[in-house]
């Protein structure tokens, strides 16, 4: 018996964490043929943790490797699809963001992809917490 259908669960990766996460919107295959998975993945989103952090003015910055991300050549943006995380993230305030970089960043932005080495540059720029 086929686990096909002619219906689906429509999920997105975050393009911060990574995670798939489900939209909930059904996907429906127009002849009525059992051609679809119980779960499609049809692009990028936010998932509910990220998209609370993007509305409260932060922007994440995901740390990637540059050796293992695939990209076009002569490419200067890596694309979500091309990019190895590593794992670490950061979120800054978008104010602090442009003011470290001197970089623009569009209000619809919610991340950037970073080398090694700029989170743990940024971590040791902050100002150590004091006891007592």
């Given at each position: 018996?086929?686990?096909?259908?002619?219906?689906?669960?429509?999920?997105?990766?975050?393009?911060?964490?990574?995670?798939?996460?489900?939209?909930?919107?059904?996907?429906?295959?127009?002849?009525?043929?059992?051609?679809?998975?119980?779960?499609?993945?049809t692009g990028w989103g936010?998932?509910?943790?990220?998209?609370?952090?993007?509305?409260?003015?932060?922007?994440?910055?995901?740390?990637?490797?540059?050796?293992r991300s695939g990209s076009?050549?002569?490419?200067?943006?890596?694309?979500?699809?091309?990019?190895?995380?590593?794992?670490?993230?950061?979120?800054?305030r978008r104010t602090v963001?442009?003011?470290?970089?001197?970089?623009?960043?569009?209000?619809?932005?919610?991340?950037?992809?970073?080398?090694?080495?700029?989170?743990?540059?940024?971590?040791?720029?902050?100002?150590?917490?004091?006891?007592?």
């Amino acid at each position: 018996m086929s686990d096909k259908s002619y219906v689906s669960l429509e999920q997105r990766l975050c393009l911060v964490c990574g995670a798939a996460f489900e939209t909930g919107a059904i996907l429906l295959d127009q002849r009525l043929r059992a051609s679809l998975e119980r779960h499609t993945t049809t692009g990028w989103g936010l998932c509910a943790d990220d998209q609370k952090r993007f509305d409260d003015g932060f922007v994440a910055l995901v740390e990637c490797d540059p050796r293992r991300s695939g990209s076009m050549a002569g490419a200067t943006r890596v694309k979500p699809e091309h990019a190895y995380r590593t794992g670490r993230l950061a979120h800054l305030r978008r104010t602090v963001f442009t003011q470290l970089f001197h970089v623009p960043i569009e209000d619809v932005q919610a991340c950037v992809f970073v080398e090694p080495g700029v989170i743990d540059r940024l971590e040791s720029m902050a100002a150590p917490a004091v006891d007592g």
